[in-house]
């Protein structure tokens, strides 16, 4: 699945932060829009506009779901069963029930993880019905599978919220049961 990518100049840089109830988007659903972060020069984050399917809570993890239904083409949904591979974004604001806006979908931000011990270069994993990231495989083993979608930046004792560089845009990850 391809998404075409907008320059920083072609939106606000508000709306990546206010969820709008519209009843036509500002945007096109779908649109990918990526900037350069401001901390760190180097790094890019992407973000897509999509309908959401339900409340969102910040920081939680959702997949971004392509369906039918005129003025709800991309859409986020809770993580199920997926053996084909769904794009995993991250809102970094809460969303109403249908409202538009962005979700992050690449690069640095911050998720909310599950009650485990987390080391820098851990790779994560979303589960169906998930509401955390959780280590893919054992905490500091960094084995990457096709269920990876983001890497920890730093060490987290318990749950909690943290920094992590999210890469769900380029490569599609599985959703399972473990």
Do not use: W
């Not at 604001?93 to 640095?108: H, P």
């Not at 987290?156 to 769900?168: D, H, K, M, R």
């Amino acid at each position: 699945m391809s998404f075409p990518i907008y320059s920083p100049n072609s939106i606000y840089e508000n709306d990546l932060t206010v969820p709008t109830s519209a009843k036509n988007p500002a945007y096109p659903l779908g649109m990918v829009y990526h900037m350069v972060d401001s901390d760190n020069p180097n790094a890019i984050k992407r973000f897509m506009y999509v309908k959401s399917h339900t409340t969102l809570t910040q920081y939680q993890p959702y997949t971004v779901v392509g369906i039918n239904t005129s003025g709800s083409e991309f859409v986020t949904a809770a993580p199920a069963t997926l053996a084909s591979g769904v794009t995993v974004c991250i809102p970094q604001v809460a969303f109403t029930s249908g409202y538009y806006g962005f979700v992050q979908i690449f690069g640095q931000c911050i998720s909310k993880l599950a009650n485990e011990t987390h080391v820098a270069g851990d790779y994560l994993k979303l589960l169906n019905a998930g509401t955390t990231l959780i280590v893919d495989g054992t905490s500091s083993s960094t084995a990457f599978s096709a269920k990876s979608v983001a890497i920890q930046v730093g060490a987290l004792s318990g749950a909690g919220t943290a920094s992590v560089i999210l890469f769900s845009d380029y490569r599609t990850a599985l959703v399972s049961a473990s």
